[in-house]
């Protein structure tokens, strides 16, 4: 199949970028990826600059990959990240746009990779538990109900691709958020630090860049992970809760 | 206090309170845009009574007037109301525009309603509309004929202005827009949301969305059309 891309380039994140125009052949069994790859392949022998795209597990597990495709994080398969797109699900003569993820928070620092380490900043804040040291529990002497773990398996399911942000007409970030809050403060061995976890987390949050939240459900559309709006009504309830009645521990000389 | 005991102690002076923080100036506006969506359900109920005739209508406004507390207990809710749900909506609106400086080349919405998408055109449109209503109907700097008391009559010349009429049903298709979105998101904002009642929250806000643009609507179609004169 032919295709027309227009891609993103931009040399570093200091420079201005622009849409530059290729033409290429695909096969329908390529992934989104390996059609990528290909034409790397034809630009690198050309002696010219191949695409840069994140990219490790190619198995939608990891979380590394992601660019908007014609509008749509992660293109058009619902639940699906781009390494697990296939070319099958576009047509010959498609002309198609692929950018990066667009926001504040989210620096391009080449082509279509983008800096997203204010996630791993957001999740430093509180995406941690207590454990004493010794030996490990046994792992079902801690009951948890069953509705609990499958919510909580829900939201950890969040693989912080950043989709949610790019596809936010305001670039809020609370869906990954909201997974993170959650992913944790379901299960009983994320209660002692709940309240403050909601706090820290959306504070982290609040230092980078990024939008508030309008309830609008892009995030949910293209989210490859299934994460809800709910969750986010959860965060907003453990956050909220936690503003009116968190009591600071006690600390010795204070 | 030394790091650590910052962290225990929760009062870091760089963790922002309730109203500095999105999701607390988000739970005040949906709280705000509740009474405002009470009122406007209330007013609505009232201004129908225009097809009761002039004696009915002009003696609720004067009940209205003559009931001093409820009058100002009414007026002040509503003015403090507006003007955090307004406050928070424009600081919201500057954190927006700062937060994807760099547009997309193409937008393509993949699962949001057309309302829930312009929430930030349908509430200053409506600030602004509010604004001229009481110029309009209760000051009457921005009425041809205005007689203080005379309501039925300043509601009659009021809408036989074509301009005027117009103003009213696109300020109420607003309203109707922006509640399509509000009064579901409400819910969310203050954190409640479950599979077996956030369905019945959307149909709640398209039914009370149509029922309030149809029912306030209907008053200067009916001006225009003779019907009530
Ligand atoms: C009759 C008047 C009004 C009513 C009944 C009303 C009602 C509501 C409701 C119920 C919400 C949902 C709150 C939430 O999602 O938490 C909302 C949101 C909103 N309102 Fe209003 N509102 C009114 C006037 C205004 C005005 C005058 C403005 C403008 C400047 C405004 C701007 C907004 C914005 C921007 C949002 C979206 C906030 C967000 O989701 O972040 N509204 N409104
Ligand atoms: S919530 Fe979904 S879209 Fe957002 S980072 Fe996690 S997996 Fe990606
Ligand atoms: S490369 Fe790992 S999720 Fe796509």
Redesign the interface.
């Known amino acids: 199949m032919k295709l027309t891309l227009h891609i993103w380039r931009q040399k570093n994140a200091s420079s201005a970028g622009k849409m530059v125009r290729y033409e290429t052949d695909a096969s329908e069994h390529m992934s989104f990826l390996e059609m990528l790859d290909v034409l790397n392949e034809r630009l690198i022998a050309q002696g010219e600059e191949p695409v840069a795209f994140d990219h490790d597990c190619r198995e939608g597990i990891c979380g590394s990959c992601g660019f908007v495709i014609n509008g749509v994080a992660h293109g058009p398969l619902p639940s699906t990240t781009v390494c697990q797109l296939h070319m099958r699900h576009f047509k010959d003569g498609d002309e198609l746009y692929l950018e990066p993820w667009r926001a504040a928070a989210f620096p391009v620092i080449k082509d279509l990779v983008v800096d997203r380490s204010a996630f791993d900043r957001i999740i430093a804040a509180g995406g941690y538990i207590s454990v004493s040291t010794g030996s490990a529990v046994d792992a079902n002497a801690l009951p948890v109900r069953k509705k609990d773990s499958d919510m909580a398996m829900d939201a950890a399911q969040c693989i912080g691709c950043g989709a949610c942000v790019a596809a936010c007409p305001n670039a809020s970030a609370s869906l990954f958020m909201s997974a993170k809050i959650s992913h944790l403060g379901l299960l009983p061995q994320g209660q002692p630090e709940r309240m403050e976890r909601a706090l820290n987390m959306v504070a982290a949050a609040n230092e980078e860049l990024f939008g508030s939240c309008t309830n609008i459900g892009e995030c949910e559309a293209v989210c490859p992970k299934g994460i809800r709006l709910e969750f986010i009504a959860r965060m907003n309830r453990d956050f909220l809760k936690a503003s009116w009645t968190f009591r600071a521990d006690r600390v010795e000389g204070d | 206090?030394s790091a650590?005991?910052t962290a225990?102690?929760?009062?870091?002076a760089?963790?922002?309170?309730?109203w500095?923080?999105?999701?607390?100036?988000?739970?005040v506006m949906a709280v705000t845009g509740f009474v405002l969506f009470g009122f406007v359900i209330g007013h609505m109920v009232g201004n129908l009574q225009v097809y009761l005739g002039p004696e009915k209508l002009d003696a609720y406004a004067e009940f209205l007037q003559k009931t001093k507390g409820l009058l100002w207990g009414a007026r002040i809710t509503l003015l403090t109301c507006v003007i955090l749900h307004v406050t928070a909506a424009f600081q919201?609106a500057g954190?927006?525009n700062?937060?994807?400086?760099?547009?997309?080349?193409?937008?393509?919405?993949?699962?949001?309603?057309y309302a829930?998408?312009t929430?930030?055109w349908s509430g200053p449109i409506l600030l602004a509309f509010i604004i001229y209503h009481l110029m309009h109907f209760t000051t009457g700097q921005a009425h041809p004929d205005f007689q203080p008391g005379m309501v039925y009559r300043n509601v009659v010349t009021g809408f036989q202005s074509v301009p005027a009429s117009l103003a009213y049903i696109v300020a109420m298709l607003m309203l109707g827009t922006h509640l399509y979105?509000g009064i579901?998101?409400m819910?969310?904002?203050?954190?409640?949301?479950?599979?077996k009642y956030?369905p019945l929250f959307k149909k709640l806000a398209a039914v009370m969305a149509a029922v309030l643009v149809g029912g306030n609507v209907s008053i200067p179609v009916a001006v225009m059309t003779g019907l009530i004169r």
């Open positions: 206090m650590a005991a225990l102690t929760g009062k870091s760089d963790r922002p309170g309730f500095a923080n999105p999701i607390g100036k988000k739970a919201l954190l927006q700062k937060a994807r400086p760099q547009k997309y080349v193409k937008k393509t919405s993949a699962g949001s309603s829930s998408r929430m930030y979105h579901w998101s819910f969310q904002s203050v954190g409640i949301n479950h599979p956030t």
